[in-house]
């Protein structure tokens, strides 16, 4: 066949207009394709400069933050572009790959790799998948070429641009044991070792890699997990019909010709020309050693290539079915092994090829309708050109009336990290921000005081609830935040956890708002309805008013309950005062505690808080001392069958009493 073009003008043209494609796709986009992770690990990346620590962030993957940073100062446009040159030169390293299998049409490998449909997208994003791919393929293709140590070298450091980088590492040490290499395989632990290294001198942990690793499991909760065969089923989305079709025929062939031992002419390339016609015309010709060699390549393509396909696809799988390691069983993430499916799906076409390549025209047609196919493929769905989604849209709104509002000089504390590129403010620097799931460990450590005054916290629906742990409630109800604004979409949408989509924006006050009286129970002692408890305590004598009191002494340890279910309460409930008063002499109550207790219907306690009996004023036995204790309590974390009990508990058995017992329940109506 007449070539109309050389190789020499196709790839480099092809690769020019790819990225050509790609870069004003990202120019001219109003959104970015993740507007989450891909956000964050931008954010990390433009900001590693101003705080060096974030080089070892390890959620933030130290070794794409390394490569990637340069580029992130220039803004968003700036990772896309690193990430564009990642797609430009794993297509590149692709097409070397194919070349050395001796395959006709290698450069078609590049547009599989390039506009498979679960990869197209990530270049216009801060995502660390198309590193990743780079930085696998490029280390197969150095193993292809016997460069062993580079290979191993740089294949050490994938696990720090994806953590599935574990999940590859064992299929190259297979390959160099049987190449014989022992001592190489040492080096499949460099990336690790220096990591550790350089991470002691900051964490003052050798181990740091275990103990700062971000995927616990612990969000499994409202992260969920899925069906087994999840990413097999969207077929579609992660590769199109097209390259699904060749994949499934390059694997079932390359592993079917592995089975039966026919050696393709792999690797011609490493022969002279004497034995490239001796292996064209009589393979029996070729020595003995030189086939082995052929071969042996030939069982690296299965562990390699098709190896780290599956053990990836294998990986993601059963992680999002038994909801491992905080999967989410996002598709994109199939992208990161983009350049192996890319190379298993060409093996495929051209083994196609091979059985039709005496019809010339059927063999140009098949190429041609391969090529539109493929290229179609991403741009059925809905990305293009990339707007911003309704959920990215009115976190935008948040941030822009933000930019114009009386507050842009106070801190913020926040989560969704769009917020903060459009804030355009250092994601970083604790003197202008904080994320929001340490907003209530930072009280809960060191007081409220904690929080600046007029400090402002974005609270979304998306991450509020989830990732912090921080219902909508807990913010409306908190007496040191008030709402001042609240976004929420014109079509309403839910999000993770199937919460409505909202933002609600809120300022830390200079003091506490005083919480309403939602409902007040008054206990005399006189009558005894059904929601008092151990009554045998009441004692008739000296009273402040009418004729009982509750006795608490060596005989009763407790003093007469307040016992209410949960259903009871009011829902908006956030705290309850339990007051009386209190008749003793020598300071008898001491050390007694005030009690409240929550039991399940079974009888297993929930909850158990006590606080020392605290009088409000001084007094005797004469006219009585009034003690109030204040208890936070949310009925909406306890099941409606629950009993609340209410009491005081005479530790010392001491002799005093109690009577005009008060129970308010506090929120804001």
């Known amino acids: 066949m007449k070539k109309i073009l050389s190789e020499k003008i196709i790839v480099p043209t092809l690769l020019l207009f790819i990225g050509i494609t790609y870069f004003l796709i990202s120019y001219f986009s109003e959104g970015t394709y993740d507007a989450g992770d891909g956000i964050r690990h931008y954010l990390v990346s433009r900001y590693s400069w101003a705080h060096p620590d974030l080089f070892l962030y390890s959620w933030g993957k130290p070794f794409f933050t390394l490569l990637s940073s340069p580029f992130s100062q220039f803004g968003l446009l700036g990772i896309n572009v690193f990430n564009i040159l990642c797609a430009l030169f794993s297509a590149y390293i692709c097409y ?9 049409y290698p450069w078609l490998v590049i547009i599989f790799l390039c506009f498979t449909p679960c990869y197209f997208p990530t270049i216009n994003s801060g995502l660390t998948e198309p590193l990743f791919g780079l930085v696998l393929i490029a280390s197969i293709y150095l193993m292809f070429e016997e460069e062993d140590w580079w290979a191993t070298v740089l294949v050490s450091f994938l696990p720090f641009v994806r953590n599935e980088g574990y999940f590859i590492l064992p299929l190259f040490f297979i390959v160099l044991v049987n190449r014989r290499k022992y001592w190489t395989t040492l080096w499949l632990g460099f990336g690790t070792a220096a990591y550790s290294i350089i991470g002691f001198f900051y964490y003052k942990d050798f181990l740091w890699l275990i103990h700062q690793n971000p995927y616990d499991g612990k969000n499994k909760a409202f992260y969920g997990q899925g069906e087994l065969f999840h990413f097999v089923k969207n077929y579609n989305f992660l590769w199109g019909s097209a390259l699904t079709i060749l994949l499934c025929f390059g694997i079932v062939a390359l592993v079917f010709t592995g089975i039966i031992g026919k050696i393709y002419p792999y690797f011609k390339s490493k022969l002279s020309k004497e034995e490239q016609a001796l292996l064209d015309e009589d393979p029996d010709e070729i020595p003995e050693e030189e086939l082995e060699r052929i071969e042996e390549h030939f069982h690296e393509t299965h562990v390699l290539i098709i190896g780290s396909f599956l053990v990836y696809l294998i990986a993601h799988s059963v992680m999002w079915w038994q909801g491992w390691a905080n999967s989410l069983g996002l598709l994109r993430v199939m992208a990161g092994v983009a350049p192996c499916t890319a190379l298993i799906c060409f093996m495929g076409l051209e083994i196609i090829l091979s059985f039709i390549e005496k019809y010339k025209y059927v063999v140009y047609a098949l190429i041609v309708i391969s090529m539109v196919w493929v290229i179609r493929s991403p741009f059925k769905h809905e990305y293009y050109p990339y707007k911003l989604n309704p959920e990215e849209a009115l976190i935008k709104e948040a941030g822009d009336w933000f930019q114009t509002s009386a507050y842009t000089k106070q801190k913020v504390y926040y989560l969704y990290p769009y917020l903060a590129h459009v804030l355009n403010v250092d994601s970083f620097d604790p003197n202008k921000v904080g994320e929001l799931w340490g907003l209530y460990p930072s009280i809960k450590a060191w007081g409220i005081g904690a929080i600046p005054d007029s400090t402002i916290v974005f609270w979304d629906a998306h991450f509020g609830p989830n990732e912090c742990h921080i219902p909508l409630d807990s913010m409306l109800n908190d007496p040191n935040f008030q709402l001042i604004k ?13 919460y409505p989509m909202e933002v609600n924006v809120f300022i830390k006050l200079h003091e506490p708002k005083k919480m309403d009286v939602l409902q007040k129970e ?14 045998t305590t009441l004692f008739e004598g000296n009273n402040f008013s009418g004729k009982h009191l509750s006795m608490l002494s060596p005989k009763n340890e407790y003093s007469v309950t307040v016992k209410k279910l949960v259903s009871e309460i009011p829902p908006n409930t956030k705290a309850i005062d339990f007051n009386f008063k209190l008749f003793e002499k020598e300071n008898n109550s001491k050390e007694a505690v005030v009690v409240i207790s929550v039991d399940n219907a ?21 006219d009585g001392g009034k003690v109030s204790t204040h208890f936070t309590f949310n009925p909406n974390s306890f099941p409606k069958d629950a009993t609340v009990k209410l009491y005081v508990w005479n530790k010392k058995l001491k002799e005093f009493y109690i009577d005009d017992l008060e129970v308010e329940y506090l929120g804001f109506k």
Do not use: C, H, M, Q
């Open 96 to 104: 070397k790959t194919v070349k050395l299998f001796d395959f006709k």
């Open 486 to 498: 609240t976004f929420k979409p014109a079509v309403p949408f839910t999000v993770l956890g199937g």
């Open 522 to 535: 008054l206990y005399d002692l006189e009558s005894l309805p059904p929601t008092l408890l151990n009554t």
């Open 602 to 622: 079974e009888g297993k306690n929930l909850l158990w808080n006590g606080n020392p009996i605290v009088l409000l004023r001084l007094s005797d036995v004469a």
